[in-house]
């Protein structure tokens, strides 16, 4: 016999990274080991089933879907063996030693420094690499379909060791030695428990051979008379194997509910809510979906797994059907089950299939139909929720037309009349306002605190007027597709002329004429000055406590679009905003009075660009030369000392 090569290689950096967190962060946790393996074995068995319904050749080498597990307490070893698809030698180079998720670097990073943070690793899934928190040694042994076995050895420290394997069927065994603090999962009892409390609704049978004694039976079946008792082998089915989704609604227990919801989502924690329905009629099927609690760290990934698992008349087809579920709610998870789509339908014609459309149009209203009952029957869940996922809800907006009324619904928002962090739905905001308002008026800002400090406010506070305060980035490029809500027109307050009522109107027009009065020469002036960045100057209605503010043309670009613009590499419109002068203001007699005395003095200019980069300051913007800014504020307060 030719002697077996040995590979030794090493981990990846973000498995090295994943294993010093499990093993350092987990161990509390340790339990979920099992769930682990469990879940892969199950994932391979229902990969090699899925491709049985297209090519019988892989039932001839074995079929009868099973898990086994086999303990043996003198060697110390737990194995976990399925005959699901197995690995070949360059599948377990990668699935084994690297992490395919995308943002898997990024995240470890990041929780390299905040390694005990349950909750953060939670979102993850540590998958595999759970074992070796009740392991010192791993030991993979697995063939594919039509390949050689190979044999996958680690201590989970640097690396691993494949070498040749004599495995003839195919399937995978996932040996581990059990380490001196974990022997307590070489129990039966602790297993069988472990079992029906993680994976009791597995869909395949997991089997354990347990000895039990047993008095011998004569030739009629009875017990014989004065034997001894006999030990025996006997196979046990230890889960139940109910596709949970498949019962009555009634019948499962919410502890059963978080326990296939962690099987499915590899999440630690409970779910937030639980959609669970069986629809007839033109397509009939079956949904269970769980809202998580807590978002996963791939959220905002852009090519992360996500989705819906399908299955076919209980029979597994996928595991992240994008189809069914629109991206704007890829923070679901659950189960789709369905007669009424052929089994061995392909997975490219999945994607246009006329049936499927319609469960995901069905499954879409039903979510959010629900988070609306969430909303309105619990609160403070459903702030929960929106905290969790309300940026990413908010993407409907843009991208289903059809359901914009619904998710405008379920938006909140913080407003000029909240406190921090509470909130007011459009709904609130619309059935509050005066007679007289058909608009809708938001800001957007960075935080509460600048939004709330901006002059555009001002007139909004004297008129008691409420605004929404729109804090995301996201609120910027998706609220321009809402358009209106129960018609009223949505309006940024950075925008065009403020609303007056008649009363407020004749105020304005009043104090306008005077202003011109007063001020038209000025206003000329300065406008000629700025020419080559402003559109417009113009005598403000908006203003009572600031001296001048920077006004968006009705159609012009908001200052945090023209930033995502360049955020994203694309050079924003060109575009001139208009500048509003306080005419009550005394900064404004005072530069009149400069301008009087002598309209070529420095000092008249100098005050002009000051009270114009000053605007561009408050409104957010960046002022195009700091340093002259700088100088001339400083001239100025030198100046001012004597
Ligand atoms: P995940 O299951 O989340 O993908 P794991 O780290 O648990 O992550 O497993 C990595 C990969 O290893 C799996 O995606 C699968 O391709 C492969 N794998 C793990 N266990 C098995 C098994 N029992 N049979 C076949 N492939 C497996």
Known sequence: MTEKTVEKCEFKTEVSQLLDLVVHSLYSHKDIFLRELISNASDAIDKIRYQSLTDSSVLEENSGWQIKITVDKEKSTLTLSDNGIGMTHDELITNLGTIAKSGTKEFLAALQQDKNNVNLIGKFGVGFYASFMVADKVVVITKAHQSDAYQWTSDGKQGFELLPAEKTTRGTDVVLHINAESKAYLD??????????????????????????????????????????????????????????????????????????????HDFTDPLEVIHYHAEGTVEFKVLIYIPSQPPFDLFVRDAAKGLQLYINRVFIMSDAKNLIPPYLRFLKGVVDTNDLPLNISRELLQQNPQLEKISKNIVKKVLSSLKTMKEKDYDKYLKF?????????????????????????????????????????????????????????????????????????????????????????????????????????????????????????????????????????????????????????????????????????????????????????????????????????????????????????????????????????????????????????????????
């Open 188 to 265: 039966e009892y602790e297993i069988r428990g472990l079992i029906k409390k993680y994976s009791d609704f597995v869909e395949f049978p997991i089997v354990m051979d347990i000895e039990r004694e047993e008095i011998p039976k004569d030739a009629e079946g009875n017990p014989k008379e004065n034997a001894q008792p006999e030990k025996k082998i006997v196979t046990e089915t230890l889960n139940s194997m109910k596709a949970i989704w498949a019962k009555p609604k009634n019948d499962i227990s919410q502890e059963e509910h978080n326990e296939f919801y962690r099987h499915i989502a």
């Open 386 to 642: 929106y905290q969790a996922f309300g940026t990413v809800l908010k993407e409907g907006l843009h991208y289903d037309q059809a359901n914009r009324e619904a998710i405008a619904e379920l938006l909140l928002f913080e407003s000029t009349k909240t406190k921090n962090r509470e909130y007011r739905s459009l709904d609130q905001y619309v059935s509050d306002l005066p007679e007289d308002q058909k608009i809708i008026y938001f800001h957007t800002a960075e935080d509460r605190v600048s939004a709330l400090a901006s002059p555009y406010l001002e007139t909004f506070r004297k008129q008691n007027r409420e605004v929404l305060l729109m804090l995301e980035a996201i609120d910027e490029i998706v609220l321009p597709d809402l358009f209106e809500f129960k018609g009223k027109q949505l309006k940024a307050i950075s925008k065009g002329e403020v609303e007056l009522n008649d009363e407020e109107k004749k105020t304005a027009e009043a104090e306008q004429k005077k202003a011109s009065e007063t001020y038209q020469d000025l206003l000329s002036y300065i406008q000629s000055k700025l020419a080559a960045n402003i559109k417009e100057v113009r005598f403000s209605k908006r203003l009572t406590e600031s001296p001048a503010c920077i006004v968006l043309d009705e159609m012009g670009m908001t200052r945090q679009m023209q930033d995502l613009f360049k955020a994203m590499g694309k050079e924003a419109p060109q575009q001139k905003n208009i500048l509003e002068l306080n005419p009550n203001h005394s900064l404004l007699a005072k530069i009149d009075n400069l301008f009087k005395a002598d309209p070529t003095s420095e000092k008249l200019t100098d005050y002009i660009v000051l009270l114009y980069d000053q605007s561009l300051l408050t409104a957010g913007f960046k002022i195009k030369d700091p340093m002259a800014f700088s100088k001339r504020l400083t001239d100025l307060m030198v100046a001012g000392e004597n």
